[in-house]
Each structure stands twice: as C-alpha cells, then as structure tokens.
C-alpha cells in the first residue's frame, strides 16, 4: 500500500495506526523518499513516480487536497485510494482515524465499493496535465482582469472578462466553481462547468456542458497576466498568451467507500453549513447535542 501525505500536517499517529496494521497483515507500505524522514524506518520510501505504480491501494492521510493529489499521482493507472480525514473540511474523505484499522481490514477483504472519478485531461500551452477538482485561470492581483474567449468544439461561443474563470468536474462544482457563485453537480453526472468568478463583461453565467464537448479557452491580447491552476496548485504563472484546451476523462480516479449513504449524509450536512451566516461556535449551539458530537470536528474555522 503507498501512504500520500498531508504536505505539513503532524500525521505520525494516523501512520502508526497503518503500520501497526500493516505488520499484523504482512503488507508492504511505501512512501514518497520526500517524506521519508515523517515515517519509521519500516516504511520503504521509493520516487514519487513509483508510490502509485507499486501500490496495490492508496491511503490519503490528510483533506480533500491530499486525496487530490493522490488521485492525480494514479491518474495512469488508476488504484483506489482510501481517504484518512485529517483535517477541518473534507468531502472526498470518508474515514475518521478511529475507523481507520476495521476499514483496513475491510479494504484487504474487499467489503467496499468504488466509486469512480472523471478528471479534466488539460493542455496548457503544450503542457499537458490533470485536475479532478478544477483548472482555474486567475489574474495576478493589481493587475487587471483575466481575458478568454471560450470555444466549444471549435466553434467560439463567446469571452470572458472576469477575475477568474473555472472549469470544473461535478465533484469539483462544490469548491472554487461552488463559491464564484456556480451550480451544484451530482457526482453521479457526467457533465463539465464553466463559471466566471466577479465577471465584468461577456458571459457572466455558469455554462454546464456535456463531458464530450472539447474546451478551449484563449487568451485575449488585453488580458491581464493570467494563473493557471490545477486543483488549487499553480502550475503556470504569469501567463501572457496562449490557450488551454480541456477534455473530460471519465474513470480517471477510484475512490473507496463504506457506506455511501453516510458519506452523502455528512456532506449533505457540511454544505448546509457553509451556507450559514454564522462562526463555527455558534453553529454548533444551534444543533441537537448528539448532532453538535458528531460535527465536532468537521466544522470548518472562520476564514
């Protein structure tokens, strides 16, 4: 099994948990030779290349970030990934640490399902990479607004003149696509969206579109320096021209889950409470006692 880490979290107890596990099962863990100094000497660290390929699972130690990241390292060859919650809000992760040895056991036994992932195969001025989430294209503060003509299978459909425009799969419409003020997809769709975040001039709406439509988004001579993100990470800055086309990938990431109807329950529930006008304390007074233990900790902290 290959451990994909939370980048700065303290994750020693939740890698404790698996190795004792993992020694009772006689199974191999593997780690990136980054974080080999965060692990006992137990654990082989190999290239970060090689984790995904060797590996039978994944075990994402972390929040949704982690659990992208682990998806997108087995984008070629997908594996399930089993996502550890180690953070403030995570609505990929399903397991708590305390679940984490029974899940175990239940994932060496095969008692789970799969639940499949599209991602958006991008070429980003002749680089090719891939989100799960979202490719945003963002302008440099202080620097004007992002500029993009947008064309749909060759044919141009019109341009955007906004702080950002975001591209998203339908588990990523509940991030950055979500706060520009976008359309909730069902995960179970098969569908891509396009929304402007602040827009200024041209289209000024979400566009949902049909996940065999090709995408390309052109920079315009007036825009402003552009960020190109994958799923929240930078991977071009300061662009000044070009252009990224988009195609939608289906069965690109294989995420395990227990109790599906548990999982939607409790995002459900965390959506319910971005929604709300109100800090995390005085949500919680607000709810039934046995409700207030259960979200105790899955309640995000003021921005």
Request: net charge negative; aromatic share 6%.
């Amino acid at each position: 099994m290959g451990l994909v880490l939370h980048p700065t979290r303290d994750v020693t107890e939740v890698v404790s948990i698996i190795e004792r596990w993992a020694k009772r099962h006689h199974k191999t863990l593997f780690v990136r030779e980054e974080d080999q100094h965060r692990v006992s000497s137990c654990i082989e660290p190999i290239p970060a290349d090689e984790v995904a390929a060797r590996a039978d699972a994944l075990i994402s130690v972390g929040g949704d970030g982690t659990m992208l990241g682990a998806l997108r390292s087995a984008v070629l060859d997908p594996k399930p990934v089993l996502g550890v919650h180690l953070g403030h809000l995570g609505f990929l992760v399903e397991i708590e640490p305390p679940e984490l040895p029974d899940a175990l056991s239940r994932l060496l036994s095969k008692e789970f399902t799969i639940e499949s992932h599209a991602c958006l195969a991008c070429d980003v001025c002749g680089d090719d990479a891939v989100a799960f989430n979202d490719i945003a294209l963002l302008r440099q503060p202080g620097s004007g607004f992002v500029s993009v003509t947008l064309s749909i299978d060759g044919q141009q459909y019109g341009y955007y003149r906004s702080d950002a425009v975001v591209v998203s799969t339908p588990i990523g419409s509940t991030a950055y696509s979500y706060a520009a003020g976008g359309p909730l997809i069902s995960p179970a769709a098969d569908s891509v969206v396009i929304t402007p975040s602040a827009p200024m001039a041209g289209i000024s709406r979400s566009v949902v579109l049909s996940p065999d439509e090709k995408i390309r988004l052109e920079l315009r001579p007036d825009s402003s320096p552009v960020v190109v993100e994958m799923d929240g990470l930078v991977f071009r800055d300061a662009a000044t021209e070009g252009a990224v086309d988009i195609t939608y990938r289906r069965n690109a990431g294989l995420v395990v889950r227990f109790d599906p109807l548990r999982y939607q329950e409790r995002n459900q529930l965390k959506m319910t409470l971005l929604d709300l006008p109100f800090l995390p304390e005085q949500l919680r007074e607000l709810l039934p006692e046995e409700l207030r233990r259960r979200t105790q900790q899955e309640i995000p902290p003021p921005c």
